[in-house]
């Protein structure tokens, strides 16, 4: 156990290095984030005007969406699968698989690594944010809230995990798998609500995304925050995030095991 | 498609081995075999009494391999931060690693490079890093694919005294691969050469030289254009090109050829070379067809077996003649 973390442990810090190493792109990433929140914080101060309610939404309720979705994003989104990709394809993944370390332990490893980093930014920008505007922000009454969220967060993650980690296998048959990620995280930010709440879309609309993983990686965590979740939407919430975590797993699996299969260390 | 079959043989302990073979001969697809990246459809084999396949963390910690053409470094990190991160993930003690680790950069002449970002390092000297990267866990089993591929004669020469030091100083088994004649000839005592996916050679490297290799490659230069008269009863002429000229020479007769040429002709320039390692290889393969079917076995016995057999029929692999 104890060298099981040593082992991890040992790449969460070489990729907190790699991480430093990139200070430019990890800023320029934060920076594209700030805008975004910036941008929705704008465009729902102006709908809010003269009004105290909006898609179900109050104000402090909107707002702490907005920001609570740069926080949960850099939590859950950040990740190094673009990476998985690169190795399977330049054929260095082969020097994980003859070494004593598991690959998916490894790019876990490496992902919490990006997830640390993007979320101590994040909720710096989040307090800078709500001192400088002035945002009001919706606080949870109840300490079971926070526990069910951050329950919620972490189901998430592993939800997204699978999902990316799915979809970077994609590599093993093909060298253009850039592109199906691609649209893979385009979809994926407006499926989960990280542009706006899916209650503004239709209802029928909202009930094919609420059943959709991706609602459960953002939609869902923060609507328990918020409190708005009924003790019903909670528990079927909580089943399809599990549900979903049972499924992505078999995928993901077999995909993985098919995949290095078909693998022959490209490149000679 | 069949990349290798009918490919068994057997490798004791500290052996150094060379394996040889043109482009595509399957070289590569037996390391990766051996390595366990790739599935055999057919046959068996089996390492330190591992099959390499099933990834054994037992097995992963005695052996080791390096890509001449990859690299297993970080690439923005100092190569000692690589290091470190396969101290953890052989679960080497820290005595034992900084013991290893100060030897591996001495005889490698690391010191300085170590702390640098890999990326800024030259060929060569990532080279050595890497060497150093992949023996730190002491590794039983050694396989080196294209080691000294791009890298000076100077630095060649490095690696593969050092490779040899190794060898002698741990008794760790290494099965290299290589393009270069040179880095078989002086560390290899034996040789196995592979074509078309099949053994068509095992045994001592100062055989396959005389056997197959009886000539040596003489290329000259003169300060005036060298009429081919001159040089006909010398030996084969593969080139000529006004007052150049390359020819194949019997062995045992160069030394009569140099008296003669320095006799015909104002030398500018003179290189007595062995044969392109494509060349004696192709030349192996000539003969073992058009050999009858000899039933020598060449295999040494050892602790280390690997054996790769086609289901169907063990059939006895015709040899040629040491």
Redo the contacts between chains.
């Keep these: 156990m104890i ?1 099981l973390i ?2 991890y ?3 969460l810090r ?1 990729s907190l ?2 991480s430093i ?2 200070r430019a792109s990890f800023l320029m990433d934060r920076a594209r984030t700030i805008t975004i929140v910036f941008a929705f914080y704008a465009f729902w101060s102006t709908l809010f005007q003269g009004r105290s309610q909006l898609a179900g939404y109050s104000i402090s309720q909107m707002f702490t969406y907005v920001l609570g979705m740069n926080i949960l994003r850099s939590l859950i989104f950040s990740d190094k699968t673009w990476e998985i990709l690169r190795e399977i394809n ?3 993944i ?2 994980y ?5 598991s690959y998916i332990g490894y790019c876990s490893a490496r992902d919490l690594a990006d997830k640390i980093i993007h979320l101590f930014s994040a909720f710096l920008e989040v307090w800078i944010a709500v001192s400088l505007f002035n945002i009001p922000l919706y606080l949870p009454k109840s300490p079971v809230t926070l526990l069910a969220f951050l329950l919620s967060a972490v189901l998430a993650m592993i939800l997204y995990f699978l999902m990316s980690y799915a979809v970077s296998a994609l590599a093993f048959w093909t060298a253009e798998s850039g592109g199906p990620r691609f649209c893979f995280e385009l979809f994926l930010e407006f499926a989960a609500g990280a542009f706006f709440p899916l209650d503004v879309l239709p209802a029928s609309l909202k009930s094919i995304f609420e059943f959709l993983p991706f609602a459960s990686l953002l939609y869902f965590p923060l609507n328990i925050f918020l409190e708005r979740a009924s003790p019903a939407a909670l528990l079927s919430g909580f089943l399809n995030q599990i549900l979903w975590i049972a499924i992505l797993s078999f995928v993901t699996r077999s995909l993985w095991k098919r995949g290095l ?1 078909a ?3 490209e ?2 | 498609m069949e990349a290798v079959r009918d490919l068994s043989f057997q490798i004791g302990k500290g052996e150094l081995v060379g394996f040889l073979g043109p482009n595509g001969a399957g070289k ?1 697809t037996t390391l ?1 075999l051996l ?5 055999p459809t057919a046959g068996s084999l089996s390492i330190l009494g591992h099959v390499p396949f099933k ?1 054994e ?1 037992e097995f ?2 005695k ?3 390096v ?1 001449g ?4 470094l ?1 690439w ?2 100092p190569a000692r ?2 290091f ?8 080497i003690p820290d005595p034992v690693f900084r013991k290893r680790e100060s030897e591996l950069i001495e005889l490698l002449e690391l010191e300085p490079l170590v702390n640098l ?1 890999v990326k800024k390092l030259s060929l060569g000297e990532r080279m050595k890093a890497e060497l150093a990267c992949a023996l730190l866990h002491e590794p039983e089993v050694l396989l080196l694919d294209e080691p000294t591929l791009g890298l000076d004669l100077v630095m060649q020469k490095k690696l593969r005294h050092f490779i040899a030091e190794y060898n002698r100083r741990t008794q760790s088994t290494i099965l290299l691969t290589s393009h270069n004649m040179n880095d078989v000839q002086e560390l290899c005592k034996r040789v196995m050469i592979i074509d078309e996916g099949q053994l068509i050679y095992d045994g001592d490297f100062d055989r396959i030289i005389q056997h197959f290799a009886p000539d040596k490659v003489v290329a000259i230069s003169s300060s005036q254009p060298i009429p081919m008269e001159t040089l006909k009863d010398l030996g084969q002429i593969l080139s000529h090109n006004g007052a150049s000229a390359k020819m194949e020479v019997p062995r045992q007769s160069v030394s009569r050829v140099l008296e003669q040429l320095f006799k015909r002709i104002p030398l500018l320039d003179l290189t007595v070379e062995e044969l392109p390692i494509e060349e004696i290889v192709r030349r192996v393969f000539l003969r073992t067809r058009s050999q009858s079917q000899s039933q020598k076995n060449l295999f040494a016995p050892g602790e280390w077996e690997i054996q790769e057999q086609e289901k169907k029929g063990m059939r006895e692999r015709p040899l040629p003649e040491p």
């Design positions: 060298s040593r082992k442990g040992s790449v070489i290095q790699q190493y990139y330049t054929g260095r082969s020097y698989l003859i070494r004593p370390i299969k693998y022959c260390s490149g000679g | 590569t990766k390595s366990g990246l790739l599935y990834r963390t992963l910690k052996f080791s391999m890509m053409q990859r690299t297993q970080w923005d990190l931060e690589t470190r991160l396969n101290q953890k993930i052989y679960e970002p």
